[in-house]
């Protein structure tokens, strides 16, 4: 009996390393924890994961430039305290690391957790200041169903978001895909969430300079939704840059995010100095 093929979206399929990369992201976020002053669990709203974590850099605050990274894991998994070794190469850089919490599918639908990740900004932008943050050098990253959500923070084109700059890590910027693979019995992503949260039919704020970056061993629907939602920025004239981490996989390419030297945090700490002023 032939095999059956292997689902493009189940990671699991395609990283035999994934459990062992999940522990060590979690070892280094702990470390982070520990390491680097923060203040964990500020509420954004009133529900129970409606909360943020922020780190800051050493030295004294005095609007220094702020960073949201907003983690994956399909919209059903994981948390804020899994990525906080983010934080790591954004206080480094000298910037405030913003590490976002949201509720999780099923037990909420995607609507909502688009709204949070919106309440969440408005929170950075009304209170950072309180703690030496410049609302006005904001900058988002956001990994696989991170990535998605990182768009709806830029995409309304009638008005500058304030966001000056986004790296978008394994992103997923077309819906439809994923209502025949594996997630459609775990999260059964509705026609309605197609139409509304697809960043491939949406508009965006042209003033957003965005970098696309996707692991090349990753399977073949990342590289090619990076590739038209790139082509899909630049045609709304956003300044948009796109790479293929080599050897990087769905999960190798966002553990290197806390790494040094490697691609992807060069990709971060970039990003940070060309839209925010600070160090590389």
Same mark, same amino acid.
């Given at each position: 009996?032939?095999?059956?093929?292997?689902?493009?979206?189940?990671?699991?399929?395609?990283?035999?390393?994934?459990?062992?990369?999940?522990?060590?992201?979690?070892?280094?976020?702990?470390?982070?924890?520990?390491?680097?002053?923060?203040?964990?669990?500020?509420?954004?709203?009133?529900?129970?994961?409606?909360?943020?974590?922020?780190?800051?850099?050493?030295?004294?605050?005095?609007?220094?430039?702020?960073?949201?990274?907003?983690?994956?894991?399909?919209?059903? %998994?994981?948390?804020?305290?899994?990525?906080?070794?983010?934080?790591?190469?954004?206080?480094?850089?000298?910037?405030?690391?913003?590490?976002?919490?949201?509720?999780?599918?099923?037990?909420?639908? %995607?609507?909502?957790?688009?709204?949070?990740?919106?309440?969440?900004?408005?929170?950075?932008?009304?209170?950072?200041?309180?703690?030496?943050?410049?609302?006005?050098?904001?900058?988002?990253?956001?990994?696989?169903?991170?990535?998605?959500?990182?768009? %709806?923070?830029?995409?309304?084109?009638?008005?500058?978001?304030?966001?000056?700059?986004?790296?978008?890590?394994?992103?997923?910027?077309?819906?439809?895909?994923?209502?025949?693979?594996?997630?459609?019995?775990?999260?059964?992503?509705?026609?309605?969430?197609?139409?509304?949260?697809?960043?491939?039919?949406?508009?965006?704020?042209?003033?957003?300079?965005?970098?696309?970056?996707?692991?090349?061993?990753?399977?073949?629907?990342?590289?090619?939704?990076?590739?038209?939602?790139?082509?899909?920025?630049?045609?709304?004239?956003?300044?948009?840059?796109?790479?293929?981490?080599?050897? %990087?996989?769905?999960?190798?390419?966002?553990?290197?995010?806390?790494?040094?030297?490697?691609?992807?945090?060069?990709?971060?700490?970039?990003?940070?100095?060309?839209?925010?002023?600070?160090?590389?």
């Amino acid at each position: 009996m032939r095999e059956m093929a292997k689902d493009p979206f189940r990671t699991r399929d395609h990283v035999p390393e994934f459990d062992d990369i999940v522990a060590e992201i979690r070892r280094r976020s702990a470390k982070t924890r520990a390491k680097i002053p923060m203040i964990a669990d500020v509420a954004y709203g009133a529900g129970h994961a409606e909360t943020l974590d922020l780190f800051f850099p050493e030295g004294r605050r005095d609007r220094v430039p702020v960073h949201i990274f907003i983690h994956g894991g399909y919209w059903r %998994m994981f948390s804020k305290t899994d990525f906080s070794y983010v934080a790591g190469r954004v206080t480094k850089a000298g910037a405030i690391a913003v590490i976002l919490g949201y509720a999780l599918m099923p037990a909420v639908r %995607m609507a909502t957790i688009v709204d949070q990740i919106r309440r969440a900004k408005r929170w950075v932008d009304e209170h950072i200041e309180s703690h030496g943050g410049d609302p006005g050098k904001l900058t988002v990253s956001g990994h696989s169903a991170g990535a998605h959500l990182a768009t %709806m923070l830029f995409d309304d084109d009638s008005r500058p978001s304030g966001i000056k700059g986004a790296l978008l890590l394994g992103g997923i910027y077309d819906l439809r895909p994923l209502q025949e693979s594996f997630l459609a019995p775990e999260i059964a992503i509705t026609d309605e969430e197609v139409e509304r949260f697809s960043p491939i039919d949406h508009r965006f704020d042209p003033s957003v300079t965005v970098h696309i970056s996707v692991g090349a061993d990753e399977t073949p629907p990342f590289h090619s939704q990076a590739a038209a939602f790139a082509e899909h920025l630049k045609n709304q004239g956003l300044g948009v840059s796109r790479t293929s981490l080599a050897r %990087m996989n769905h999960m190798s390419s966002v553990r290197d995010l806390g790494v040094p030297d490697t691609d992807a945090a060069r990709s971060l700490v970039h990003l940070l100095a060309s839209v925010s002023g600070v160090s590389q």
